[in-house]
C-alpha cells in the first residue's frame, strides 16, 4: 500500500497562513498553510508542523543551497501536478522526480533536527512554522520563485476552501516521510511516496529543500530498490542518506566517478571501518542509481578506510550525477551518498562526503 494520489505540485506561492492563524480560520489539527497559484488553478498546501502521535513535535530537515541530482528531473516538471506511478522499474527509478527519503539518498538523516510547531521564546528560526515563514514568504516576495509540493493530492471538491476562500477546494498533503509508520498508519508506507516541499529561487540559482519526518516513524535500513517492504521497529532508526554510516559500522566517504583516461573500469568507491572491529563484507555490495550491483568480498579492518575499485560489469558511476548506496549481507542500507553532475564534471577528483 501506499499514500493515494501521489505526485507533485508545481507553482507560484501568492498566500499563506502560520498553524496558529489556521486554527484559528478553519480549525483542525496544526498545519501551515500555504497558497499555490499552478497556472490560474489555485491550490491548498497542507504541511504538517506537529503529530497526534507522541512525540508530537516533527523531524525537519533544511538545506537552503540544497545540491542533489534528482533536482535535474524535479526541474523540469509542468506547472500543475503531476502523478507518479507506483510500479517503478529500475530505469524509470533512475529519472523519477519522486521523493524516497531512504533510498533516495536525499539527505542524512543525523541531519534531522527535533523542533516544535510553535516556540514559547522571542528567538527567530526556532520552531516550524519561523522557518516556514523566512522561506515561504521569501517565496511570495519573489515572482520568478517556484515551488515544488510533493505528497497527496485531494480535490477538487464542491466547495470553497476552508481557510483561503477560493472555488472549487484543492490541494496537496500528506507532504511528509511515508515510510516507517506503524499501526493505523501503516498502510501509507510506500516507495518513491515521499513528501515535502522545494523551491527554486532562480535568480540566484538556488534550490531550498524541506522534509519532515513523524519522530514515530521509524525506518530499519530498508534496500533501496524499487521492490522490498519497508521494516518498522520501535527503535530510533539507523538509516543514512547524503553520507555517514548506521548500524552496519561502514560509511561511503568519497569516490571516484570521473577517473582519467579510461573510463571502463577503474571508477571507485571509498569505505571507512568506523568500528573498532574488522567487518566481513561477503555478501556485501555497492548499488548505483540505476540498482546494479557491485558485489564485495573480504574484510575491511577496524577503524582503516578501504578503496573499492569497480569492475565496471556491476555498479557504474554516472557522470550526469547520481548515488551510490551501500548494502550488507542481508540486503539492508548501511550507507547511502549522492553527487551531482557539477561534482563529477572533473576528471580524476575524488567527490567527498
Not at 58 to 86: C, E, M, N, R, W
Not at 95 to 123: C, E, H, Q, W
Not at 329 to 341: E, I
Amino acid at each position: 500500500m501506499a499514500v493515494s494520489s501521489y505526485g507533485a505540485l508545481v507553482g507560484t506561492a501568492i498566500d499563506k497562513l502560520d498553524s496558529p492563524e489556521a486554527q484559528q480560520k478553519g480549525g483542525g489539527d496544526p498545519h501551515y498553510m500555504i497558497l499555490l497559484n499552478a497556472g490560474g488553478e489555485k491550490y491548498r498546501l497542507a504541511v504538517n508542523v506537529k503529530s497526534d502521535d507522541n512525540p508530537p513535535d516533527l523531524q525537519f530537515y533544511l538545506d537552503d543551497d540544497y545540491k542533489h541530482p534528482i533536482l535535474d528531473a524535479v526541474g523540469k516538471l509542468p506547472v500543475g501536478f503531476t502523478s507518479f506511478p507506483t510500479n517503478l522499474t529500475p530505469d524509470s527509478v533512475s529519472t523519477t522526480a519522486a521523493l524516497d527519503y531512504v533510498r533516495g539518498n536525499l539527505f542524512d538523516f543525523s541531519d534531522l533536527k527535533i523542533l516544535p510547531a510553535t516556540a514559547s521564546g522571542s528567538g527567530s528560526n526556532d520552531d516550524l512554522n519561523d522557518i516556514f515563514d523566512v522561506y515561504v514568504s521569501k517565496a511570495i516576495a519573489t515572482p520568478s520563485a517556484v515551488l515544488y509540493a510533493f505528497g497527496s493530492k485531494w480535490g477538487p471538491e464542491s466547495k470553497a476552501d476552508a481557510f483561503f476562500d477560493f472555488t472549487p477546494g484543492n490541494g496537496v498533503h500528506n507532504m511528509h516521510m511515508n515510510q516507517g509508520n506503524s499501526g493505523h498508519y501503516s498502510y501509507e508506507n510506500g516507495v518513491y511516496t515521499d513528501g515535502g516541499l522545494l523551491i527554486h529561487f532562480p535568480d540566484e540559482q538556488r534550490w531550498v529543500a524541506m522534509f519532515l519526518k513523524f519522530q514515530s516513524q521509524v525506518v530499519s535500513a530498508p534496500p533501496p530498490a524499487t521492490g522490498g517492504g519497508t521494516s518498522t521497529g520501535s527503535g530510533g532508526g539507523g538509516t543514512t542518506g547524503g553520507g555517514g554510516s548506521t548500524s552496519g559500522g561502514v560509511s561511503i566517504f568519497a569516490a571516484l566517478v570521473n577517473p582519467k583516461n579510461d573510463d571502463s573500469g577503474h571508477e571507485a568507491v571509498y569505505l571507512l571501518n568506523i568500528t573498532d572491529a574488522d567487518i566481513d563484507l561477503e555478501g556485501w555490495s555497492i548499488v548505483d542509481k540505476q540498482g546494479n550491483k557491485e558485489p564485495l568480498n573480504g574484510s575491511i579492518a577496524a577503524g582503516a578506510p578501504l578503496v573499492q575499485v569497480l569492475s565496471g560489469e556491476g555498479a557504474q558511476l554516472s557522470n550526469a550525477g547520481g548515488i551510490i548506496t551501500l548494502l550488507d549481507n542481508h540486503g539492508a542500507k548501511v550507507s547511502g551518498v549522492s553527487y551531482t553532475k557539477a561534482q563529477a564534471s572533473q576528471q580524476g577528483a575524488v567527490i567527498q562526503f
